[in-house]
């Protein structure tokens, strides 16, 4: 697939930490415009705006890039009880590590969610920036802005994103209850699990569990238990 070229000066140049090094890639964040295209790249394109994306995504199946992947685009907005357990590890602006994809919004076609060929544009272009950076496939590192700013946000990018199809066409893990919502205890839980060594490393609390999961699990609690963590 091509992808093609219009520049948005909404955007900080590189990644730079606090610490004034570069700041890797880490995830995904699938964003909806709020219009349809070309009107919502022209927007994401001015400056009064204030905002963009690295990538829209049109209903038509084209991808345009607005903003380098190495640069930082102004796509994650303000942070508002968020439900996304990566970002409370890493603790600073999204922004710095993920990249932003817009996906045109609803056009009045009469077909809900994403198109087909929107669809498959984007499946191509999550596997061309996992492949790339190495993103991991599953609900920490894919995610959607509603994880970001529950309140503001809460629907982004739709409540006919195709997520189960998309992990699943990625080679990743099911999640039927992606849009599920998180109570407050379950992510604090779950960090405490991989703090204490009963969990390798954070998991959404959404997410389907194997019995070899199960098993790995059961070992390392029994681990702790015993003092050999």
């Keep these: 697939m091509q992808i093609q070229w219009n520049e948005s000066p909404n955007h900080s140049v590189g990644r730079k930490k606090y610490d004034g090094q570069q700041e890797k890639i880490l995830a995904i964040v699938n964003h909806q415009t709020a219009g349809q295209f070309p009107g919502c790249m022209s927007w994401l394109c001015n400056p009064a705006a204030q905002s963009s994306a690295h ?12 903003v380098r992947d ?3 685009a102004w796509h ?54 996992i492949a790339k950076y190495g993103i991991l496939i599953d609900p920490e590192h894919i995610v959607g802005h509603y994880r970001i700013d529950s309140v503001n946000r809460p629907n982004c990018p739709g409540p006919d994103f195709p997520w189960e199809r998309l992990f699943n066409d990625l080679g990743g893990m099911n ?19 991989v703090a204490a060594g009963i969990l390798a490393q954070m998991h959404d609390p959404r997410e389907t569990v194997t019995y070899s999961e199960i098993s790995a699990i059961m070992l390392n609690l029994l681990n702790v238990i015993r003092g050999g963590k």
Excluded at 100 to 115: C, R, V
Excluded at 188 to 193: L, W
């Design 70 to 72: 190495e640069d930082t």
């Design 55 to 66: 990538y829209i995504v049109t209903r038509a199946g084209e991808i345009w890039q607005l």
């Design 76 to 129: 994650a907005g303000i942070i508002n009880r968020p439900n996304w357990a990566l970002y409370s590890s890493i603790g600073f602006n999204p922004n710095r590590w993920t990249i932003g994809i817009e996906h045109e919004n609803y056009s009045g076609d009469g077909e809900p969610g994403l198109t087909e060929p929107q669809y498959q544009a984007t499946l191509w272009l999550h596997q061309q920036l």
């Design 175 to 193: 999640m039927k209850n992606i849009n599920a919502p998180i109570e407050a205890w379950e992510v604090p839980a779950i960090q405490n699990a």
